[in-house]
C-alpha cells in the first residue's frame, strides 16, 4: 500500500491541476475495509453497469478540490475510493465531475447537518 501512496503523490506532483487520478486497484488496496468486514467507499459513474468489476481506484485530492490547497493549510489529503474501470480520457473526464459534485454535496450536507446540531433550540421566554 506504501508504494500506492507513494506513487500518487508523485503522481499529482506531475500534475498540479488535476483532482482526480482513476487507475487499477492494486492488491490489499482496500485490505483495512476488508479486515473490518465492510465495504471500501464506492463510486460507479452514471452510464457504467453496476455489474462491472469494482478493480479500479479513484484518488480525490480533497486539498484541491476545496482549494484549501491556496490558504493556510498544507499538504495533501486524498480519498480512495473503489470504482470501475474507466479506461477513456472523455469518460475519466465526465466521472472527474461527477464524483466532485457527489463529494462537495457530502461535504455540503456534513457541514449543514453540523451546523444544525450546534444550534441552541428556541426557548420561548
Keep these: 500500500m506504501q508504494s500506492a501512496i507513494a ?9 498540479p491541476k488535476e483532482i482526480v487520478r482513476f487507475r487499477p486497484a492494486r492488491n490489499q488496496e482496500f485490505q483495512q475495509f476488508e479486515e473490518l468486514e465492510e465495504l471500501p467507499p464506492t463510486f460507479i ?25 491556496h490558504g493556510p ?10 470504482t470501475v474501470p474507466i479506461r477513456s480520457k472523455a469518460n475519466q473526464a465526465l466521472a472527474t465531475k461527477e464524483l466532485i459534485e457527489r463529494i462537495s454535496g457530502e ?5 449543514c447537518n453540523d451546523l444544525n446540531d450546534r444550534r441552541v ?3 420561548a421566554a
Excluded at 461535504?107 to 457541514?111: E, I, S, T, V
Design 73 to 82: 493549510f498544507v499538504g495533501s489529503l486524498r480519498l480512495r475510493i473503489c
Design 45 to 69: 459513474p452514471s452510464g457504467f453497469s453496476q455489474t462491472l468489476p469494482k478493480s479500479w481506484v479513484a484518488v480525490v485530492e480533497i486539498m484541491r478540490m476545496t482549494d484549501a490547497a
Design 107 to 111: 461535504l455540503w450536507d456534513l457541514g
Design 121 to 123: 433550540p428556541y426557548k
Design 7 to 15: 506513487n500518487d503523490r508523485n503522481w499529482f506532483d506531475q500534475h
